[in-house]
Protein backbone atom coordinates (compact mmCIF):
# COMPACT_ATOMS: atom_id res chain seq x y z
CA UNK A 1 0.00 0.00 0.00
CA UNK A 2 2.88 2.36 0.15
CA UNK A 3 3.00 2.45 -3.38
CA UNK A 4 0.03 4.26 -3.41
CA UNK A 5 1.17 7.45 -3.24
CA UNK A 6 2.84 7.05 -6.22
CA UNK A 7 0.68 5.43 -8.09
CA UNK A 8 -2.25 7.79 -7.17
CA UNK A 9 -0.99 11.24 -8.88
CA UNK A 10 0.13 8.97 -11.30
CA UNK A 11 -3.35 7.83 -12.20
CA UNK A 12 -5.07 11.14 -11.68
CA UNK A 13 -2.03 12.61 -14.21
CA UNK A 14 -3.09 10.09 -16.67
CA UNK A 15 -6.57 10.48 -16.80
CA UNK A 16 -6.63 14.41 -16.80
CA UNK A 17 -4.44 14.08 -19.92
CA UNK A 18 -6.98 11.73 -21.21
CA UNK A 19 -8.84 14.85 -20.58
CA UNK A 20 -7.31 17.19 -21.97
CA UNK A 21 -9.98 18.68 -24.68
CA UNK A 22 -12.31 19.34 -21.42
CA UNK A 23 -10.98 21.91 -18.65
CA UNK A 24 -13.95 21.37 -16.42
CA UNK A 25 -13.18 17.63 -16.33
CA UNK A 26 -9.64 18.14 -15.30
CA UNK A 27 -10.59 20.34 -12.39
CA UNK A 28 -13.05 18.00 -11.22
CA UNK A 29 -10.33 14.65 -11.46
CA UNK A 30 -7.82 17.63 -9.62
CA UNK A 31 -10.10 17.68 -6.73
CA UNK A 32 -11.01 13.95 -6.59
CA UNK A 33 -7.09 12.97 -7.08
CA UNK A 34 -6.35 15.48 -3.58
CA UNK A 35 -8.69 14.28 -1.47
CA UNK A 36 -7.88 10.56 -2.80
CA UNK A 37 -4.59 11.48 -1.67
CA UNK A 38 -5.11 13.23 1.78
CA UNK A 39 -7.09 10.05 2.39
CA UNK A 40 -4.17 7.72 1.23
CA UNK A 41 -1.52 9.89 3.03
CA UNK A 42 -3.41 9.90 6.28
CA UNK A 43 -4.62 5.83 6.06
CA UNK A 44 -0.73 5.27 6.08
CA UNK A 45 0.30 7.49 8.89
CA UNK A 46 -1.78 5.69 10.94
CA UNK A 47 -0.61 2.42 9.84
CA UNK A 48 2.92 4.02 10.50
CA UNK A 49 2.61 5.22 13.83
CA UNK A 50 0.47 1.79 14.93
CA UNK A 51 2.49 -1.09 13.03
CA UNK A 52 5.97 0.95 12.44
CA UNK A 53 8.22 1.30 9.65
CA UNK A 54 6.55 0.30 6.72
CA UNK A 55 8.55 -1.21 3.57
CA UNK A 56 8.00 -2.50 0.10
CA UNK A 57 10.17 -4.95 -2.10
CA UNK A 58 9.29 -3.76 -5.73
CA UNK A 59 9.15 -6.97 -7.63
CA UNK A 60 10.29 -9.13 -4.43
CA UNK A 61 13.68 -8.76 -5.00
CA UNK A 62 15.05 -8.56 -1.95
CA UNK A 63 16.73 -5.53 -0.14
CA UNK A 64 19.45 -4.38 -0.89
CA UNK A 65 19.20 -6.04 -4.55
CA UNK A 66 15.80 -4.57 -5.83
CA UNK A 67 14.13 -1.09 -5.88
CA UNK A 68 13.00 -0.22 -1.71
CA UNK A 69 9.93 1.68 -0.84
CA UNK A 70 10.32 2.90 2.78
CA UNK A 71 8.20 4.64 4.78
CA UNK A 72 8.78 5.63 8.22
CA UNK A 73 7.26 8.50 10.67
CA UNK A 74 9.04 11.11 9.26
CA UNK A 75 7.85 10.35 5.66
CA UNK A 76 4.50 9.32 6.69
CA UNK A 77 4.24 13.24 8.46
CA UNK A 78 5.78 14.95 5.35
CA UNK A 79 3.75 12.54 2.58
CA UNK A 80 0.42 14.03 4.43
CA UNK A 81 0.87 17.10 4.70
CA UNK A 82 2.11 17.58 0.97
CA UNK A 83 -1.27 16.03 0.52
CA UNK A 84 -3.05 18.52 2.52
CA UNK A 85 -1.49 21.14 0.34
CA UNK A 86 -2.12 19.52 -3.19
CA UNK A 87 -6.02 19.17 -2.00
CA UNK A 88 -6.20 22.91 -0.64
CA UNK A 89 -3.95 24.11 -4.12
CA UNK A 90 -6.11 21.71 -6.33
CA UNK A 91 -9.21 23.74 -4.85
CA UNK A 92 -7.39 27.25 -4.91
CA UNK A 93 -6.70 26.38 -9.14
CA UNK A 94 -10.20 26.14 -9.55
CA UNK A 95 -10.33 29.75 -9.79
CA UNK A 96 -6.25 30.35 -9.46
CA UNK A 97 -5.27 29.57 -12.85
CA UNK A 98 -6.56 30.83 -16.08
CA UNK A 99 -7.84 28.91 -19.13
CA UNK A 100 -4.51 28.82 -21.30
CA UNK A 101 -2.35 27.22 -18.71
CA UNK A 102 -5.26 24.61 -18.18
CA UNK A 103 -5.14 23.87 -21.71
CA UNK A 104 -1.17 23.52 -21.71
CA UNK A 105 -1.34 21.36 -18.87
CA UNK A 106 -0.85 22.37 -16.06
CA UNK A 107 -3.19 19.76 -13.91
CA UNK A 108 -1.41 16.63 -15.39
CA UNK A 109 1.84 18.81 -14.13
CA UNK A 110 0.37 19.31 -11.13
CA UNK A 111 -0.27 15.42 -10.49
CA UNK A 112 3.49 14.75 -11.96
CA UNK A 113 4.82 17.18 -9.59
CA UNK A 114 3.16 15.28 -6.69
CA UNK A 115 4.25 12.13 -7.70
CA UNK A 116 7.46 13.43 -7.64
CA UNK A 117 7.65 14.69 -4.31
CA UNK A 118 5.85 11.64 -2.86
CA UNK A 119 8.14 9.42 -4.64
CA UNK A 120 11.24 11.15 -2.87
CA UNK A 121 9.59 11.10 0.51
CA UNK A 122 9.24 7.26 0.26
CA UNK A 123 12.40 5.99 -1.93
CA UNK A 124 14.48 3.51 0.24
CA UNK A 125 18.00 3.70 -2.46
CA UNK A 126 19.65 6.72 -3.25
CA UNK A 127 20.00 6.67 -7.30
CA UNK A 128 16.41 6.25 -7.22
CA UNK A 129 15.78 9.75 -5.06
CA UNK A 130 17.70 11.22 -7.23
CA UNK A 131 15.19 10.03 -10.09
CA UNK A 132 12.75 11.69 -8.34
CA UNK A 133 14.36 14.69 -8.23
CA UNK A 134 14.16 14.88 -11.68
CA UNK A 135 10.59 14.12 -12.12
CA UNK A 136 10.15 17.60 -10.00
CA UNK A 137 12.74 18.80 -11.66
CA UNK A 138 10.83 17.99 -15.11
CA UNK A 139 7.18 19.07 -13.82
CA UNK A 140 8.30 22.19 -11.79
CA UNK A 141 10.15 23.74 -14.88
CA UNK A 142 7.44 23.56 -17.16
CA UNK A 143 5.09 24.72 -14.72
CA UNK A 144 7.32 27.66 -14.04
CA UNK A 145 7.54 28.39 -17.71
CA UNK A 146 3.76 27.81 -18.59
CA UNK A 147 2.41 30.66 -20.50
CA UNK A 148 5.52 31.99 -21.53
CA UNK A 149 5.38 35.75 -20.54
CA UNK A 150 9.48 37.02 -20.24
CA UNK A 151 9.84 37.26 -16.91
CA UNK A 152 8.58 33.80 -16.74
CA UNK A 153 11.13 32.17 -19.37
CA UNK A 154 13.94 34.28 -17.52
CA UNK A 155 12.86 32.96 -13.56
CA UNK A 156 12.57 29.75 -15.07
CA UNK A 157 15.89 29.74 -16.99
CA UNK A 158 17.86 30.41 -13.78
CA UNK A 159 15.82 27.95 -11.66
CA UNK A 160 16.63 25.32 -13.88
CA UNK A 161 20.17 25.73 -14.43
CA UNK A 162 20.72 26.24 -10.88
CA UNK A 163 18.78 22.97 -10.14
CA UNK A 164 20.86 20.88 -13.41
CA UNK A 165 24.18 21.90 -11.46
CA UNK A 166 22.40 20.76 -8.59
CA UNK A 167 21.66 17.07 -10.18
CA UNK A 168 25.35 16.97 -11.32
CA UNK A 169 26.54 17.07 -8.23
CA UNK A 170 24.15 14.66 -6.75
CA UNK A 171 24.83 12.39 -9.53
CA UNK A 172 28.72 12.41 -9.17
CA UNK A 173 28.24 11.82 -5.41
CA UNK A 174 25.86 8.65 -5.78
CA UNK A 175 28.87 7.62 -8.33
CA UNK A 176 31.65 8.22 -5.79
CA UNK A 177 29.66 6.35 -2.68
CA UNK A 178 28.60 3.62 -5.11
CA UNK A 179 32.48 3.04 -5.74
CA UNK A 180 33.32 3.15 -2.15
CA UNK A 181 30.39 1.32 -0.73
CA UNK A 182 29.07 -1.37 -3.22
CA UNK A 183 25.68 -0.23 -2.57
CA UNK A 184 23.10 2.64 -3.13
CA UNK A 185 20.61 0.91 -1.27
CA UNK A 186 20.14 3.77 2.35
CA UNK A 187 19.81 1.10 4.82
CA UNK A 188 22.31 -0.94 3.69
CA UNK A 189 25.44 1.86 2.93
CA UNK A 190 24.11 2.51 6.96
CA UNK A 191 25.40 -0.51 7.66
CA UNK A 192 28.86 -0.45 5.54
CA UNK A 193 29.97 2.97 5.55
CA UNK A 194 31.02 2.79 9.70
CA UNK A 195 33.17 0.16 8.68
CA UNK A 196 34.82 1.39 5.92
CA UNK A 197 38.28 2.76 6.80
CA UNK A 198 38.28 5.58 4.01
CA UNK A 199 36.52 8.39 6.76
CA UNK A 200 38.25 11.62 4.97
CA UNK A 201 36.67 10.34 1.79
CA UNK A 202 33.03 9.77 3.50
CA UNK A 203 32.93 12.96 4.83
CA UNK A 204 33.88 14.41 1.63
CA UNK A 205 30.76 12.78 0.07
CA UNK A 206 28.88 13.97 2.48
CA UNK A 207 30.03 18.02 1.63
CA UNK A 208 29.19 16.97 -1.97
CA UNK A 209 25.31 16.15 -0.87
CA UNK A 210 25.23 18.94 1.42
CA UNK A 211 26.15 20.84 -1.79
CA UNK A 212 23.77 19.28 -4.01
CA UNK A 213 20.70 19.01 -1.95
CA UNK A 214 21.47 22.48 -0.34
CA UNK A 215 20.99 23.72 -4.32
CA UNK A 216 17.36 22.47 -3.79
CA UNK A 217 16.96 23.44 -0.54
CA UNK A 218 17.96 27.03 -0.95
CA UNK A 219 20.40 27.48 2.15
CA UNK A 220 23.10 30.24 2.19
CA UNK A 221 24.85 30.82 -0.15
CA UNK A 222 22.78 28.98 -2.74
CA UNK A 223 19.63 30.28 -2.35
CA UNK A 224 19.83 32.96 -4.93
CA UNK A 225 17.95 31.33 -7.68
CA UNK A 226 14.84 30.95 -5.80
CA UNK A 227 13.90 34.60 -4.87
CA UNK A 228 14.37 35.40 -8.78
CA UNK A 229 12.41 32.37 -9.68
CA UNK A 230 9.20 32.07 -7.58
CA UNK A 231 7.82 35.65 -7.73
CA UNK A 232 7.32 35.06 -11.84
CA UNK A 233 4.45 32.17 -11.91
CA UNK A 234 1.00 32.48 -10.96
CA UNK A 235 0.86 32.90 -7.36
CA UNK A 236 -0.87 29.13 -7.37
CA UNK A 237 1.83 27.93 -8.81
CA UNK A 238 4.29 29.66 -6.54
CA UNK A 239 2.24 28.70 -3.29
CA UNK A 240 2.93 24.85 -4.01
CA UNK A 241 6.44 25.19 -5.24
CA UNK A 242 6.74 27.00 -1.52
CA UNK A 243 4.89 24.47 0.35
CA UNK A 244 6.83 21.33 -1.38
CA UNK A 245 10.03 21.70 -3.26
CA UNK A 246 12.99 23.16 -1.01
CA UNK A 247 10.95 20.97 1.95
CA UNK A 248 12.19 17.74 0.03
CA UNK A 249 15.57 18.86 -0.53
CA UNK A 250 15.62 19.37 3.66
CA UNK A 251 14.14 15.96 4.08
CA UNK A 252 16.77 15.14 1.62
CA UNK A 253 19.48 16.71 4.36
CA UNK A 254 17.91 14.90 7.05
CA UNK A 255 17.55 12.00 5.78
CA UNK A 256 21.18 11.58 4.64
CA UNK A 257 22.65 12.97 7.81
CA UNK A 258 20.85 11.59 10.53
CA UNK A 259 21.28 7.80 8.56
CA UNK A 260 24.64 7.66 6.43
CA UNK A 261 26.60 10.66 7.45
CA UNK A 262 26.77 10.14 11.32
CA UNK A 263 30.73 9.31 11.74
CA UNK A 264 31.94 12.75 11.78
CA UNK A 265 29.34 14.82 13.07
CA UNK A 266 31.56 16.98 15.29
CA UNK A 267 32.60 17.95 11.26
CA UNK A 268 29.54 17.84 9.46
CA UNK A 269 26.90 18.89 11.40
CA UNK A 270 28.97 22.22 12.98
CA UNK A 271 29.34 23.48 9.04
CA UNK A 272 25.34 22.48 8.90
CA UNK A 273 24.91 24.64 12.25
CA UNK A 274 26.72 27.63 10.92
CA UNK A 275 24.84 27.69 7.68
CA UNK A 276 21.56 27.40 8.90
CA UNK A 277 22.69 30.61 11.17
CA UNK A 278 23.76 32.60 7.80
CA UNK A 279 20.40 31.01 5.84
CA UNK A 280 18.03 32.51 8.32
CA UNK A 281 19.81 35.58 8.43
CA UNK A 282 20.47 36.40 4.72
CA UNK A 283 16.74 35.22 4.29
CA UNK A 284 15.21 37.86 6.85
CA UNK A 285 17.59 40.86 6.10
CA UNK A 286 16.20 40.02 2.13
CA UNK A 287 12.74 39.94 3.27
CA UNK A 288 12.85 43.25 4.78
CA UNK A 289 14.31 44.96 1.68
CA UNK A 290 11.86 43.39 -0.48
CA UNK A 291 8.41 45.80 -1.87
CA UNK A 292 7.25 43.08 -3.67
CA UNK A 293 4.52 40.82 -1.68
CA UNK A 294 5.80 37.10 -3.38
CA UNK A 295 9.75 38.40 -3.31
CA UNK A 296 9.33 39.22 0.17
CA UNK A 297 7.58 36.07 1.06
CA UNK A 298 9.89 33.84 -0.88
CA UNK A 299 13.44 35.43 1.31
CA UNK A 300 11.30 34.19 4.18
CA UNK A 301 11.09 30.37 2.70
CA UNK A 302 14.86 30.94 2.92
CA UNK A 303 14.77 32.38 6.10
CA UNK A 304 12.61 29.63 7.44
CA UNK A 305 14.74 26.91 5.90
CA UNK A 306 17.10 27.86 8.61
CA UNK A 307 15.60 27.24 11.20
CA UNK A 308 14.76 23.90 9.42
CA UNK A 309 18.79 22.93 9.42
CA UNK A 310 19.22 24.31 13.10
CA UNK A 311 17.88 21.14 13.92
CA UNK A 312 19.72 18.85 12.05
CA UNK A 313 22.95 20.79 12.87
CA UNK A 314 22.34 20.66 16.73
CA UNK A 315 21.34 16.94 16.20
CA UNK A 316 19.70 15.44 19.26
CA UNK A 317 16.45 13.51 19.63
CA UNK A 318 14.57 17.20 20.61
CA UNK A 319 16.03 19.28 17.97
CA UNK A 320 15.30 16.73 15.37
CA UNK A 321 11.89 16.63 16.86
CA UNK A 322 11.42 20.41 16.61
CA UNK A 323 12.50 20.61 13.43
CA UNK A 324 9.82 18.30 12.27
CA UNK A 325 7.04 20.32 14.11
CA UNK A 326 8.73 23.27 12.36
CA UNK A 327 8.59 22.04 8.87
CA UNK A 328 4.70 21.33 9.53
CA UNK A 329 4.03 24.38 10.72
CA UNK A 330 6.19 26.71 8.05
CA UNK A 331 4.77 24.61 5.33
CA UNK A 332 0.83 25.68 6.48
CA UNK A 333 2.04 29.08 6.88
CA UNK A 334 3.84 30.14 4.19
CA UNK A 335 1.61 28.63 1.63
CA UNK A 336 -1.13 30.52 3.63
CA UNK A 337 0.79 33.37 2.80
CA UNK A 338 1.16 33.17 -0.64
CA UNK A 339 -2.18 31.92 -0.98
CA UNK A 340 -3.46 35.43 0.49
CA UNK A 341 -1.19 37.06 -1.82
CA UNK A 342 -3.08 36.01 -4.97
CA UNK A 343 -6.18 37.34 -2.88
CA UNK A 344 -4.47 41.17 -2.72
CA UNK A 345 -3.83 40.82 -6.47
CA UNK A 346 -6.93 39.98 -7.57
CA UNK A 347 -8.02 42.91 -5.78
CA UNK A 348 -6.12 45.33 -6.19
CA UNK A 349 -4.47 44.18 -9.13
CA UNK A 350 -0.46 44.72 -8.00
CA UNK A 351 1.57 42.89 -5.94
CA UNK A 352 3.71 45.85 -5.08
CA UNK A 353 3.24 46.78 -1.85
CA UNK A 354 3.66 50.35 -2.89
CA UNK A 355 0.26 50.36 -4.48
CA UNK A 356 -1.74 48.47 -2.17
CA UNK A 357 -3.23 49.74 0.78
CA UNK A 358 -6.68 50.00 2.77
CA UNK A 359 -8.08 46.28 2.57
CA UNK A 360 -7.85 45.76 6.42
CA UNK A 361 -11.20 48.44 6.15
CA UNK A 362 -13.23 46.93 3.16
CA UNK A 363 -11.97 43.08 3.14
CA UNK A 364 -11.06 42.64 7.05
CA UNK A 365 -11.64 38.25 6.72
CA UNK A 366 -8.93 38.95 4.12
CA UNK A 367 -6.75 40.92 6.54
CA UNK A 368 -7.39 38.40 9.15
CA UNK A 369 -6.49 35.63 6.89
CA UNK A 370 -2.96 37.15 6.60
CA UNK A 371 -2.29 38.32 9.88
CA UNK A 372 -3.00 34.71 11.58
CA UNK A 373 -0.51 32.70 9.50
CA UNK A 374 1.88 35.95 9.64
CA UNK A 375 2.15 36.30 13.31
CA UNK A 376 2.63 32.88 13.53
CA UNK A 377 5.63 32.86 10.57
CA UNK A 378 7.19 35.58 13.31
CA UNK A 379 6.58 33.06 16.30
CA UNK A 380 4.21 34.99 18.44
CA UNK A 381 2.20 32.59 21.08
CA UNK A 382 -0.01 31.01 20.90
CA UNK A 383 0.34 29.92 17.31
CA UNK A 384 2.25 26.91 15.76
CA UNK A 385 5.06 29.38 14.98
CA UNK A 386 5.35 30.26 18.54
CA UNK A 387 5.64 26.35 19.63
CA UNK A 388 7.96 25.46 17.00
CA UNK A 389 10.75 28.22 17.75
CA UNK A 390 10.59 27.26 21.34
CA UNK A 391 11.43 23.81 20.73
CA UNK A 392 14.31 24.47 18.56
CA UNK A 393 15.56 27.36 21.21
CA UNK A 394 14.96 24.55 24.21
CA UNK A 395 16.86 21.81 22.28
CA UNK A 396 19.72 24.90 21.53
CA UNK A 397 20.00 25.46 25.31
CA UNK A 398 20.17 22.03 26.62
CA UNK A 399 23.18 21.51 24.20
CA UNK A 400 24.40 25.03 25.19
CA UNK A 401 24.38 26.29 21.74
CA UNK A 402 24.18 30.32 22.34
CA UNK A 403 25.33 31.59 19.27
CA UNK A 404 22.23 29.78 17.16
CA UNK A 405 20.22 30.25 19.76
CA UNK A 406 20.55 34.34 19.63
CA UNK A 407 20.66 33.89 15.74
CA UNK A 408 17.25 32.40 15.68
CA UNK A 409 16.06 34.97 18.17
CA UNK A 410 16.98 37.80 16.33
CA UNK A 411 16.16 36.44 13.13
CA UNK A 412 12.16 35.98 14.74
CA UNK A 413 12.41 39.65 15.92
CA UNK A 414 13.61 40.33 12.09
CA UNK A 415 10.29 38.77 10.42
CA UNK A 416 7.84 40.27 12.75
CA UNK A 417 9.23 43.56 11.51
CA UNK A 418 8.92 42.54 7.51
CA UNK A 419 5.49 40.69 8.42
CA UNK A 420 4.41 44.11 10.05
CA UNK A 421 5.83 45.83 6.71
CA UNK A 422 3.70 43.88 4.78
CA UNK A 423 0.55 44.69 7.14
CA UNK A 424 1.15 48.41 6.97
CA UNK A 425 1.55 48.92 3.88
CA UNK A 426 -0.70 46.83 2.34
CA UNK A 427 -3.93 46.47 4.89
CA UNK A 428 -3.50 49.48 7.51
CA UNK A 429 -2.98 52.56 5.57
CA UNK A 430 -4.78 55.07 2.95
CA UNK A 431 -5.45 53.18 0.10
CA UNK A 432 -3.95 55.07 -2.83
CA UNK A 433 -5.96 57.22 -5.60
CA UNK A 434 -5.08 54.43 -8.42
CA UNK A 435 -6.34 51.17 -6.75
CA UNK A 436 -9.87 50.06 -7.20
CA UNK A 437 -12.10 49.52 -4.12
CA UNK A 438 -11.89 46.09 -2.74
CA UNK A 439 -15.26 46.56 -1.68
CA UNK A 440 -16.96 46.29 -4.71
CA UNK A 441 -14.44 43.40 -6.14
CA UNK A 442 -16.35 39.70 -5.50
CA UNK A 443 -13.66 37.32 -4.70
CA UNK A 444 -13.84 33.39 -5.69
CA UNK A 445 -15.13 31.11 -2.78
CA UNK A 446 -12.29 28.97 -4.74
CA UNK A 447 -10.22 31.18 -3.44
CA UNK A 448 -10.87 32.72 -0.02
CA UNK A 449 -12.11 29.61 1.32
CA UNK A 450 -9.47 26.73 0.61
CA UNK A 451 -7.19 29.65 2.16
CA UNK A 452 -9.74 30.10 5.00
CA UNK A 453 -8.85 25.86 5.46
CA UNK A 454 -5.33 26.34 5.41
CA UNK A 455 -5.41 29.09 8.01
CA UNK A 456 -7.39 27.14 10.05
CA UNK A 457 -5.10 23.95 9.84
CA UNK A 458 -2.46 26.40 10.55
CA UNK A 459 -4.38 27.25 13.75
CA UNK A 460 -4.75 23.74 14.95
CA UNK A 461 -1.14 22.76 14.80
CA UNK A 462 -0.83 25.63 17.29
CA UNK A 463 -3.75 24.48 19.49
CA UNK A 464 -2.95 20.96 19.15
CA UNK A 465 1.31 21.53 19.67
CA UNK A 466 1.56 18.88 22.40
CA UNK A 467 0.14 16.00 20.42
CA UNK A 468 1.96 17.09 17.15
CA UNK A 469 5.14 17.74 18.86
CA UNK A 470 4.72 14.34 20.61
CA UNK A 471 4.20 12.31 16.69
CA UNK A 472 7.12 14.43 15.86
CA UNK A 473 9.13 13.31 19.21
CA UNK A 474 8.41 9.37 17.70
CA UNK A 475 9.21 10.31 14.12
CA UNK A 476 12.76 12.24 15.55
CA UNK A 477 13.35 8.57 17.54
CA UNK A 478 13.54 6.59 14.44
CA UNK A 479 15.65 9.28 12.76
CA UNK A 480 18.16 9.63 16.02
CA UNK A 481 18.25 5.54 15.75
CA UNK A 482 19.21 4.33 12.36
CA UNK A 483 19.19 0.58 13.52
CA UNK A 484 15.21 0.80 13.55
CA UNK A 485 15.32 1.72 9.76
CA UNK A 486 18.17 -0.66 9.01
CA UNK A 487 16.29 -3.77 11.01
CA UNK A 488 12.99 -2.66 9.31
CA UNK A 489 14.67 -2.75 6.02
CA UNK A 490 16.96 -5.63 6.16
CA UNK A 491 16.06 -7.42 9.04
CA UNK A 492 19.30 -6.86 10.36
CA UNK A 493 21.30 -4.32 13.00
CA UNK A 494 24.42 -3.28 12.91
Do not use: C
Request: proline share 5%; net charge neutral; glycine share 8%.
Amino acid sequence: MIALPILSPLLFGILNLLAWRSARLQKALSLAGGAVQLGVALWLLHTVQQSGIQHLQVGNWPAPFGISLVMDLFSAILVSVAAVIALVVAAYSQAGIDAPRVQFGYYPLFFLLLMGVNGAFITGDLFNLYVWFEVMLMASFVMLALGGERPQIEGAIKYLILNLLSSTLFLSAVGLLYNLGGTLNMADLALRLPKLEQGNQVTLIAILFLVAFGIKSAIFPLFFWLPASYHTPPVTVTALFSGLLTKVGVYALFRVFTLLFVQDTAYTHALILVIAGFTMVTGVFGAAAQTDFRRLLSFHIISQIGYLLMGLGLFSQPALAASIYFMVHVILAKTSLFLVAGIVEKLDGSFNLKELGGIYRTRFGVALLFLLPALSLAGLPPLSGFFAKLALIVAGFELQQYSIVAVGLAVSLMTLYSMTKVWNEAFWKEPQQSTHHPAHKPISAWLWAPTAALVLLSLLAGMLAEPLLGLANQAAAQLADPSIYIQAVLGAVP
